[in-house]
């Protein structure tokens, strides 16, 4: 995919702040730390776009970019994050389910796992919801420049196996250090947003509103 222009337009803090219109959009998640703002610089070509930080628990809010006038990318905030206080993980679940079933644009999600560890349990629960929204989504895996090469095959099969994702679901090992990856999500983007663009209405369409939640 050929990127023209892109620009941060605002950061949201709840599915209502999210920008109103009818561009689609594709989302990034995972845990903190994963890379998540890292790929997205990758994918656009730009180094200093989203906010890298060796600080865990950096991104709180969802940072909405519009890539070439034509889509949102949106930088989810991360979970997991051991020092986080237990309210601020409940009002991350709460936000992210929200944000999940009730968001029309969102056409599709670059689900981010860490390659060197097996999945967590809310990365487990991440590919859960995103199975039962029925969302178009991609399994990621990152930091593969970290792997052994003896043991990569291993680890990768290791994490399709326990997230018990389907077997023709997307998969992209990715690394921002080799840039392993990027011209396959790139592709996959593109694909994304065609295929959306040629459903006849956004997701819970005709006119019909949010999915309930
Ligand atoms: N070796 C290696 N390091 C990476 C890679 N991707 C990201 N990192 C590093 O991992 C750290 C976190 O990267 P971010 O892109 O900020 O991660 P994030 O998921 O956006 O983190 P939060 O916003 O806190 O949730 C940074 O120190 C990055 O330089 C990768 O592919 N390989
Ligand atoms: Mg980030």
Redesign the pocket.
């Known amino acids: 995919m050929r990127i023209e222009s892109v620009e941060f337009v605002c950061s949201a803090g709840s599915v209502l702040e999210c920008p109103a219109g009818s561009l689609p959009e594709v989302a990034v998640s995972?845990?903190?730390?994963?890379?998540?703002?890292?790929?997205l610089n990758h994918l656009v070509g730009k180094r200093r776009l989203?906010?890298?930080?060796?600080?865990?628990?950096?991104?709180q809010r969802l940072h909405f970019f519009l890539v070439n006038g034509k889509f949102h990318l949106v930088?989810l905030?991360?979970y997991g994050y051991a020092r986080v206080p237990e309210s601020v993980q409940r009002d991350w679940r709460v936000m992210m389910q929200g944000y999940l079933r009730q968001r029309r644009q969102l056409v599709g999600v670059l689900q981010?796992v860490d390659s060197r560890h097996p999945p967590s349990r809310q990365d487990c629960e991440m590919v859960e919801w995103l199975l039962a929204e029925k969302l178009a989504f991609c399994l990621v895996t990152?930091?593969?420049?970290?792997l052994q090469a003896g043991e990569r095959r291993q680890a990768l099969a290791g994490i399709a196996r326990d997230l018990r994702v389907p077997a023709a679901l997307p998969f992209v090992p990715?690394?921002?250090?080799s840039r392993e990856g990027v011209k396959e999500l790139g592709a996959w983007l593109a694909q994304t947003l065609e295929s959306a663009a040629s459903r006849p209405a956004l997701r819970g369409g005709n006119g019909s509103g949010p999915k309930g939640g």
Not at 30 to 39: A, E, I, P, Q
Not at 174 to 177: E, R, Y
């Open positions: 995972g845990r903190s730390n994963v890379g998540k703002s890292s790929l989203a906010q890298v930080s060796k600080t865990p628990g950096k991104t930088d905030p991360g981010l990152t930091k593969t420049d970290k990715f690394s921002s250090q």
